[in-house]
């Protein structure tokens, strides 16, 4: 609202990006009480290149429900990489591994 006052506060210092990165809060439409939480496929998750960080939330016997916000996402992963294009290959794949880490009783 004042670029102004922010140059003058912070002595015209300007971000640089160093690397590409995000944090992935994984939506679902699963319902239901989680029975387990396949390991392999966090581990999965978590050997991809520029996955930093990889949270499952829940644990068996938590209730599981379709995500409303960020509060709901049963998973959340921290990525970051050399180039973009590795970041979203391995987001890519990611979004198609989520819904394989719980599987319902």
């Known amino acids: 609202m004042h670029p102004d006052r922010f140059i003058e506060q912070?002595?015209?210092?300007?971000?640089?990006?160093?690397?590409?990165?995000?944090?992935?809060?994984?939506?679902?439409t699963l319902d239901g009480v989680v029975a387990f939480v396949d390991q392999s496929v966090?581990?999965?998750?978590?050997?991809?290149d520029s996955v930093f960080t990889v949270s499952a939330k829940l644990r068996p016997g938590a209730?599981?429900?379709?995500?409303?916000?960020?509060?709901?996402?049963?998973?959340?992963?921290?990525?970051?990489?050399?180039?973009?294009?590795?970041?979203?290959?391995?987001?890519?794949?990611?979004?198609?591994?989520k819904d394989d880490v719980y599987h319902l009783a």
């Open 42 to 48: 966090v581990d999965e998750i978590a050997a991809l």
């Open 10 to 28: 912070y002595g015209g210092r300007t971000y640089r990006k160093l690397r590409p990165a995000a944090v992935y809060n994984a939506p679902t």
């Open 63 to 97: 209730r599981i429900s379709p995500t409303v916000d960020l509060l709901t996402s049963p998973l959340r992963a921290h990525l970051t990489a050399d180039d973009d294009e590795r970041l979203t290959a391995d987001y890519e794949r990611l979004t198609k591994l």
